[in-house]
């Protein structure tokens, strides 16, 4: 899938006259808070070769963990560095217009040499002024107080590996997207998360996995105008001799008057010997009035050993309205083994609530190809409700199975379709129920294999209101043997 997480960014500027002092000094407090401690801290757990990695991988990489600079990082409650005096200081003589100015401005882009929370992306004018972009997992900048898009946040930094010692940094999360202008203006997008690509064949078994993590947060939009701010994607793992787990994707900023931003798609997933678990996708972000976000795709996952299995992730549910159009859900990751593993398709997120409008869209099931394992599809997603008025979701559509066969065309695997979604209910008032999704198909090789094919069921109509009718039923799966034309 391709991403839509490309910011359309609307930068607006202030059509009224210079306020008075009262705002400024109320802006003044506003802006204090705005410098505060990143807004969220993900901690992470640590095997016996592993250690958190530095902010800043230039120096600290090739001079160890255990550099000057580079250990004061790794703690929140460290004393300050004299990086981080420094920066405090410079933000003391920041202009008053212009770039980086404290008054009317846009916020600073991080430097790419940055280290700590310099790392985040500056904050725009009291007044007016779009945040600067974040880097490394830190977030971007908000928005000043009434108009700016916020900034993005920085992608998280890859897992990393000493080539001597085996010793390994791990991912980090993306960053937040800064928040709009409070009054007017778009979230900033989150970053994406880190990846894990780890080949190490160590004695210990845990050192041997590999974890994605987790995209950040869409920023969130104004309070009288502005979109939530799109989320990151979940890192991809990849494992040559143990499991892999990828990450999720972050959830869509949240709006007043706007749509809500998409939910990041979860990250793939990959093992050689080991299980593989695709990332699941992020919730689309709720407004008040305006479309829900759709929520993010789960990733997809492939795992080659017998006994093991891939499964692949769940996809993000659709962010809820009060007036407008409840987000669609994400479609469910797909898993393809190879060899022998099983294979579990992702779910469908579920369509988004609309209190008055339309329900979301549940989102597809993803599907399952094995070669000579089991292989099962992912179940539709159920179709968003209404309140009041409008027509309930679809319900997403089940996912597919199929079991190739070995080389020679034989297997002894079960292939099983995913179950359709129901359709979301109809408006209590004047609403029509939401159809039923059909149920995946399920398909095994030749009329000699003792697997079983078992086709997936439709979904039901969801209930129609006061006036409406209720939605139809979806239609089941077909299940057959690839070359006997059997089909049931």
Known sequence: MESDSAKISVRRHLATGVLGTVMIGAGLAWGTALDGPAELSVPVQLV????????????????????????????????????????????????????????????????????????????????????????????????????????????????????????????????????????????????????????????????????????????????????????????????????????????????????????GDGGNAESFVGNATGGWGGAGGKTLNGNGGNGGWGGDAAASSMGKIAVAGNGGEGGTTGIGSGGTGGSGGSAVPADEADGLGGKGGDGGYAVVGNGGDGGAGGFAEVYNGNATGGAGGKGGGVGVAGTGGKGGDGGSAEVFGDEDGDSEGNALGGDGGDGGRGGLVAGQGGNGGSGGDATIPGADDIGTPSAGSGGDGGPGGLAGSRGDDGAAGTAGRADSGDDD
Do not use: K
């Open 48 to 263: 016996s070769t592993e250690s958190m990695l530095p902010l800043s991988p230039p120096d600290c990489f090739t001079a160890g963990p255990t550099a000057d600079g580079c250990s004061s990082l790794l703690s929140a409650g460290a004393a300050p560095t004299p990086t981080a005096l420094a920066s405090a200081n410079a933000s003391l003589l920041r202009p008053m217009f212009g770039n980086g100015g404290w008054l009317i401005g846009n916020g600073l882009d991080a430097d790419e040499d940055c280290e700590g929370r310099a790392c985040r992306g500056g904050n725009g004018g009291l007044l007016w002024g779009n945040g600067g972009d974040g880097l490394y997992g830190w977030a971007g900048g908000n928005a000043g107080f009434l108009f700016g898009d916020g900034g993005d946040g920085g992608a998280g930094l890859n897992a990393w590996y000493d080539p001597d010692t085996g010793e390994r940094w791990v991912p980090t999360a993306g960053g937040h997207g800064g928040r709009g202008g409070f009054l007017f203006g778009n979230g900033g997008v989150g970053g994406d998360g880190g990846s894990d690509e780890n080949t190490l064949d160590s004695d210990v078994a845990q050192d041997n996995n590999a974890t994605g993590a987790r995209g950040g947060n869409g920023g969130r939009g104004g309070l009288l105008g502005g979109d939530g701010g799109n989320a990151g994607w979940g890192g991809d793992a990849f494992s040559a001799n143990g499991d892999a787990v990828a990450g999720e994707g972050g959830s869509g900023g949240s709006a007043v008057i706007g749509s809500g931003g998409w939910g």
